[in-house]
């Protein structure tokens, strides 16, 4: 059974500051895996997709790895603001025929002016 | 582009009784899963449709049932309603089937069971 573990789980900084979030999971035979942020109250927003075989992904100040054998990914966000203040999850798709999309429980990420 | 559009946005049902969820995928998508949130569990996985067929069924008992119609809109129900059922429900359309796809959430609806 696919587990997710985001640490940590709550992150608070000043702004400006340069920071990684971390996501492991215990089944490397992944599809692909998604970051994605939320808002208080709101629904999910996708940040980056990377499939199993590449290794990295960026969008503008954001940067997401991935390393399928041992089971990591992060997600680095560069000169945050405090805009970036959000949950952050990350979610990876496994289980063969029968997939699912199992997600973490989440970074709250803080980012003070 | 309109965005993924989920309704009602806020409910509240009493034990015993059933909800019917609305979620309306972007244009062109033909791909609606459905996720559950709850502060313990975090986001679990319910179900995915994709061209009205039902294509992967997450860990949910029989109470928990849905269908998409030829528009790719799709519906969640949940009969019999439990305590524990009280949890913001949320929809993802994606133009691919399955594991290829990128998700694409709406705002979810809010449910809470007295």
């Known amino acids: 059974k696919q587990e997710v573990t985001q640490i940590p789980a709550a992150l608070s900084v000043p702004e400006g500051e340069n920071l990684v979030l971390n996501c492991s999971f215990t089944?490397?035979?992944?599809?692909?895996l998604q970051w994605f942020r939320q808002d208080p109250g709101k629904g999910l927003t996708s940040l980056l997709l990377?499939?199993?075989?590449?290794r990295e992904q960026t969008s503008g100040r954001l940067n997401a790895s991935l390393d399928k054998s041992s089971g990591r990914s992060t997600l680095y966000i560069a000169a945050s603001q405090p805009g970036d203040s959000a949950t952050y999850l990350c979610?990876?798709?496994?289980?063969?025929?029968?997939?699912?999309?199992?997600f973490g429980k989440g970074t709250l990420l803080t980012v003070n002016p | 582009k309109a965005g993924v559009t989920q309704t009602p946005r806020y409910l509240i049902k009493t034990r015993g009784q059933q909800v019917t969820l609305s979620c309306s995928p972007i244009?062109?998508?033909?791909?609606v899963s459905w996720y559950q949130q709850t502060p313990g569990q975090g986001l679990q996985f319910l179900f995915e449709y994709f061209s009205e067929t039902q294509r992967n069924k997450g860990n949910f008992p029989g109470r928990f049932s849905g269908r998409q119609f030829s528009n790719s809109r799709s519906e969640m129900n949940v009969s019999t309603l439990e305590l524990g059922d009280s949890a913001l429900y949320l929809c993802?359309?994606?133009?691919?089937?399955?594991?290829?796809?990128?998700?694409?959430f709406g705002e979810g609806s809010r449910l809470t069971v007295l």
């Open positions: 244009s062109g998508h033909r791909s």
């Open positions: 979610a990876v798709y496994s289980g063969g025929s029968n997939y699912k999309l199992t």
């Open positions: 993802a359309s994606s133009p691919r089937s399955g594991v290829a796809g990128e998700l694409f």
């Open positions: 990377i499939q199993s075989s590449q």
């Open positions: 089944d490397s035979a992944i599809y692909n």
